[in-house]
């Protein structure tokens, strides 16, 4: 079965900063994977996903913007954060069983 | 256009008692169905899913739903909770799209399980 690492699980940083937050895949290969964004009091929005290496689909313009260098990593950035940024970021990939698997979550303020 | 709606935001309930969180989705084509739970400050687990085959589907923590197609919905269903119940419990519907399968998700239904 698969595991997803993310990190950093917390993150305070000020507008105008860079932002990188990091998703690592064990346990399967190839995977489709995905970044999800939770705003408090909101539901889950899809921001970008990814079938392979170096394919990246955008769901949303933003202020972000996602790579996949390696086939079990997924990586999200921002060169800018701004206030609207903060929220709880999860990174999933799609199992054989056709639902998603999530990794634990990275809680991001900005202040 | 599809969507999935949670009719209850917040549902308070007493330990022990039974539980419904319903969920109706809008779509003309078939879909697959799922519940997930998430705890504070965690990601997001599934609970149960529906792909095909019998409508009735049971899931992990003693947690059902049933798929009712002519009424387009997937209640989730608990016939007596406890206090760990007390999460977050999102629906989604994968429909078709175009070309592609969509993830839609619900709002979320907020469960309180009170002693």
């Known amino acids: 079965s698969q595991t997803i690492h993310q990190w950093p699980a917390t993150l305070v940083q000020p507008v105008g900063s860079p932002l990188s937050l990091e998703c690592t895949v064990e346990?399967?290969?190839?995977?489709?994977l995905y970044w999800y964004r939770q705003a408090a009091g909101r539901g889950l929005q899809l921001l970008f996903y990814?079938?392979?290496?170096?394919?990246i689909s955008s769901e949303v313009p933003q202020n972000l913007s996602a790579s996949r260098p390696q086939d079990r990593q997924f990586i999200l950035s921002s060169k800018k954060l701004l206030l609207s940024d903060s929220g709880f970021y999860l990174c999933?990939?799609?199992?054989?069983?056709?639902?998603?698997?999530f990794g634990e979550g990275s809680r991001l303020t900005v202040l | 256009a599809q969507s999935v709606t949670q009719l209850d935001s917040q549902v308070p309930v007493f330990e022990e008692a039974p539980v419904e969180l319903r969920c109706n989705y809008s779509?003309?084509?078939?879909?697959?169905l799922f519940w997930y739970v998430q705890y504070p400050n965690q990601g997001l687990q599934l609970l149960l899913k529906?792909?095909?085959?019998s409508t009735l589907v049971k899931g992990i923590n003693g947690f059902e739903a049933e798929f009712n197609k002519s009424q387009t919905s997937f209640h989730l269903r608990k016939p007596s909770v406890h206090i760990s119940d007390t999460a977050e419990y999102f629906c989604?519907?994968?429909?078709?799209?175009?070309?592609?399968?969509?993830?839609?998700w619900g709002l979320g239904t907020s469960l309180a399980v009170n002693p």
């Open positions: 779509s003309s084509v078939s879909v697959y």
């Open positions: 346990g399967t290969s190839n995977p489709n």
């Open positions: 990814s079938v392979g290496i170096g394919q």
């Open positions: 999933a990939c799609l199992t054989w069983g056709g639902e998603l698997f």
């Open positions: 989604a519907v994968s429909a078709y799209a175009g070309n592609n399968r969509k993830l839609i």
């Open positions: 529906y792909l095909s085959g």
